[in-house]
């Protein structure tokens, strides 16, 4: 696809950033810094300005952004965590590492779907795990040809999920029966990262090892590559409010900004 990339901005306060999120008013960037046991706020420029969640995160990695409230997931701590952005204040956790009702295991991407459930990608379990807002454990979600799910989204009615098994991404409608499927073969310089999102367009845009990042159309044919990043790694996908894409990378630790 024709893109544009906007000059980085370096961050060096980041250590292995995961997952990302965008507010949608203000712009803010929050990121999930695993080596620093936290999750970075940003400006919409990207620069940062507080952290939230420090002395209870361990290894933060997927995040959720639902109106003032940030859920974060934990693989070390096998837990669901809900933050008061504003007031920076843990507001509730649910967390027990296990295969029982509830139980997480190495918990990944998360979202929101169109009744504001939230679903959780149980990665460890081979499962996704569903909660209320009020982090209200609901019920799992598996299948037999969906194993170690990384990431998932919402748009249209249609459920989108990443898994790190095949590595494939499926795609399935509100019964969650699979209607698409995208597995291009692809190569290991270009495996995808765990990181995902789908823009206003219904483009699906996959971040990839290598600072590249793979685009899709709706109907899953592949629109076209892009080296965000070069010569790193991209993670954590978002959209803003503009319409642009948001990503973060590692060596150099940097926020790009890009369009499709």
């Keep these: 696809p024709s893109s544009k990339t906007h000059a980085p901005m370096r961050v060096e306060d980041f250590r292995l950033p995961k997952g990302l999120a965008v507010h949608g008013a203000s712009g803010r960037i929050y990121v999930a810094d695993m080596g620093n046991e936290c999750v970075k706020v940003c400006g919409?420029?990207?620069?940062?300005?507080?952290?939230?969640?420090?002395?209870?995160?361990?290894?933060?990695?997927?995040?959720?952004?639902?109106?003032?409230?940030?859920?974060?997931?934990?693989?070390?701590?096998?837990?669901?965590?809900?933050?008061?952005?504003?007031?920076?204040?843990?507001?509730g956790a649910y967390g027990k590492k296990g295969e029982n009702r509830g139980g997480l295991c190495q918990p990944k991407g998360l979202a929101l779907d169109q009744?504001?459930?939230?679903?959780?990608?149980?990665?460890?379990?081979?499962?996704?795990?569903?909660?209320?807002?009020?982090?209200?454990?609901?019920?799992?979600?598996?299948?037999d040809s969906i194993k170690k799910p990384l990431n998932v989204a919402f748009s249209n009615n249609k459920m989108y999920l990443l898994c790190d098994s095949n590595p494939c991404l499926f795609i399935m409608n509100s019964d969650g029966q699979q209607t698409a499927l995208i597995s291009n073969g692809y190569e290991y310089s270009v495996m995808p990262t765990g990181f995902f999102c789908v823009d206003r367009e219904e483009r699906i845009v996959i971040s990839c090892y290598g600072g590249v990042v793979r685009v899709f159309d709706k109907n899953s044919r592949m629109l076209g590559s892009r080296n965000v990043a070069e010569h790193s790694c991209c993670y954590g996908l978002a959209v803003n409010s503009v319409g642009k894409l948001v990503t973060v990378s590692t060596k150099p630790s940097a926020i790009y900004f890009f369009d499709l």
């Design 115 to 143: 009744d504001e459930f939230v679903y959780v990608c149980d990665s460890g379990n081979d499962r996704v795990a569903i909660y209320t807002t009020k982090l209200e454990f609901v019920k799992p979600l598996s299948w």
């Design 44 to 91: 919409a420029t990207g620069n940062v300005l507080e952290s939230i969640g420090e002395g209870t995160l361990r290894e933060p990695y997927g995040l959720l952004l639902v109106s003032r409230v940030l859920y974060v997931t934990d693989t070390e701590l096998n837990s669901l965590f809900a933050f008061d952005v504003s007031a920076k204040s843990l507001l």
